[in-house]
């Protein structure tokens, strides 16, 4: 590839997250609703379009954010800023992924937010993914090579990466910071491990493994928590990936890929 052509294929990146954001909020943001806002890229072009759709419909929607970025974006585009105290319950919730299997597991966490986006998507009825089509793949870690982020209270991160190293082999790095002395420190005030990790199949073993060591708060993998992903290319054209999960009595109606319900 030469040097001209990385702007391009940005755009058609950018295409991609942006049609999948349209399409998800077009299909899935329906008034009265409470929604959470997770964080990204990809997010920034969700949130903006729930905010053209409360001007022209009129609807009336409360946000509750995953992180401080998803915070400002609520706030910069005028929507109802809420939180968990208030609205326990969320109707649906969006969010991004670093990479997405053919079973809707997902890793997250390449920003850093893992942990509140995991509560947010935990406490709605459906949660759904949005992002480009990089983000499809069959099995984790085909092209999501940072590995899984892992957010641990700060004074056991060495023996936490001590444990996960000899449990489940693979290196679980201490995440640096790039523009600053020092690690990364999440919105908690805790350090990211990020563990590369090589031919795994069983992902409910393998965080069950990592989230019973003492000093774990949270990891990168939502198993089983997602109803859906939206997949958008740099042409416009969006597909999705649904969960094979029996959905529940106050699950969102979801088009099959010719767009019936």
């Known amino acids: 590839m030469g040097k001209h052509d990385e702007p391009i294929v940005l755009e058609g990146i950018e295409a ?3 049609a999948a954001a349209i399409e998800a909020v077009n299909a899935l943001i329906k008034d009265g609703q409470v929604i959470g806002i997770g964080s990204g890229s990809t997010i920034v072009y969700a949130v903006e379009r729930i905010a053209e759709r409360v001007a022209a419909e009129k609807l009336s929607v409360q946000c509750i954010p995953t992180s401080f970025q998803a915070r400002k974006l609520i706030h910069d585009n005028g929507l109802i800023l809420e939180s968990l105290e208030n609205c326990p319950v969320i109707d649906i919730a969006l969010d991004g992924a670093d990479e997405v299997d053919a079973e809707l597991n997902c890793i997250k966490g ?3 937010c893992l942990t509140q986006e995991k509560i947010i998507a935990s406490n709605a009825k459906d949660f759904f993914i949005i992002g480009d089509t990089r983000k499809k793949v069959e099995s984790l870690g085909t092209h999501w090579k940072k590995g899984v982020p892992i957010e641990v209270i700060p004074m056991a991160y060495r023996p936490i990466q001590l444990q996960i190293e000899k449990k489940l082999g ?3 790095e ?4 790039h523009r600053k002395a020092g690690p990364v420190v999440t ?3 805790n350090l990211l491990l990020d563990w590369k990790f090589q031919n795994i199949t069983d992902w409910d073993y393998v965080n069950g493994v990592i989230k019973m060591i003492p000093g774990v708060v949270e990891t990168g993998l939502f198993i089983h928590m997602a109803k859906a992903a939206y997949f958008g290319t740099a042409d416009g054209s969006v597909s999705i990936r649904k969960s094979s999960a029996k959905p529940s009595v106050n699950s969102t109606a979801l088009p099959d890929e010719n767009g019936d319900k």
Do not use: I, P, T
Not at 174 to 177: P, S, V
């Open 16 to 18: 991609g997250k942006k």
């Open 110 to 112: 390449g920003g850093g």
């Open 170 to 172: 693979g290196s679980a």
């Open 174 to 177: 201490l995440r640096m910071a």
């Open 187 to 189: 919105d908690n005030g």
